[in-house]
């Protein structure tokens, strides 16, 4: 069993105790739609390569990322430096990550209105509903967790409740699939989810083949201005960074040195 579906497994289980406690039910019913979502898209469509700066505790690969880091105040770098959205990582068993952390950066003095996606492994339709009730503006979808059927009603159901959707896919096999499902923000992941390998070539490869009306996001494996050069040169309009930015020793002064591009 490879890390993606250890991490799928130990969801699956989890989901039956969390709609125990919280109905789907009571997430649509709590959940207010007079509160308007950023809007994901409008922050990243930009004449510069725009940033996604992602908090993230752990990874499985290279285990703890936030030795000496607090979440708040790695928060306020990112709003600091005006990053154009903040990725956070939500899932608990693999990431230490907690969904209440979306309401903690909106509860900051310092919050200024900048998008939060919520990225986790979603292949429910209640996680899209918890995600509206916890605040996100904007939800990860990854290709390869869904089939093309419950892709496109997953998108629907986003967008129902005011939620953006970054769709994330690893291959050019994928990509249809992306396209069909009628997202409009499209991520190309170039950490392979079945062994955690990464290579910055991977959305080198895809990123012409995806048309001009969508977002087109690198993530993953960004660590200089070259890479961050090379992938706007290549098409691209946003990249997702975290653990560059994290382990960083001043994590402000790396978003301010990556974004710096002429």
């Not at 990112?78 to 990550?97: C, M, Q, R, W």
């Not at 992941?189 to 070539?201: A, G, K, M, Q, T």
Request: charged content about 25%; aromatic content about 6%.
């Amino acid at each position: 069993m490879n890390i993606l579906e250890k991490i799928v497994n130990k969801i699956k289980i989890d989901l039956v105790e969390r709609k125990k406690i919280l109905s789907i039910e009571t997430l649509k019913k709590k959940s207010s739609l007079d509160i308007k979502s950023l809007s994901l898209y409008d922050s990243l469509n930009n004449d510069y390569l725009s940033l996604i700066a992602e908090i993230k505790d752990t990874s499985p690969s290279k285990g703890k990322l936030m030795k000496d880091k607090d979440f708040l105040c790695l928060a306020k770098n990112y709003l600091d430096a005006n990053v154009n959205a903040i990725s956070v990582v939500t899932e608990k068993f693999f990431f230490n990550g907690s969904l209440n952390n979306i309401n903690n950066i909106k509860k900051l003095n310092e919050y200024n209105s900048t998008p939060i996606l919520r990225k986790d492994f979603i292949i429910d339709e209640y996680q899209i509903h918890e995600s509206k009730y916890f605040n996100a503006d904007a939800i990860l979808l990854i290709a390869s967790l869904l089939d093309e059927k419950t892709l496109k009603e997953f998108v629907n159901i986003s967008y129902d409740l005011d939620l953006d959707v970054l769709l994330e896919i690893h291959g050019e096999d994928e990509l249809s699939k992306a396209l069909n499902s009628g997202v409009k923000i499209i991520g190309v992941n170039n950490r392979n989810l079945n062994n955690f390998e990464v290579d910055l070539n991977t959305t080198s490869n895809i990123v012409n083949s995806i048309p001009n009306y969508i977002i087109k996001i690198s993530e993953s494996g960004i660590y200089t201005k070259k890479d961050m050069q090379k992938l706007r040169d290549e098409g691209c309009n946003a990249v997702l960074i975290g653990e560059s930015i994290i382990t960083s020793p001043n994590p402000y002064n790396k978003i301010i040195e990556l974004m710096n591009l002429k």
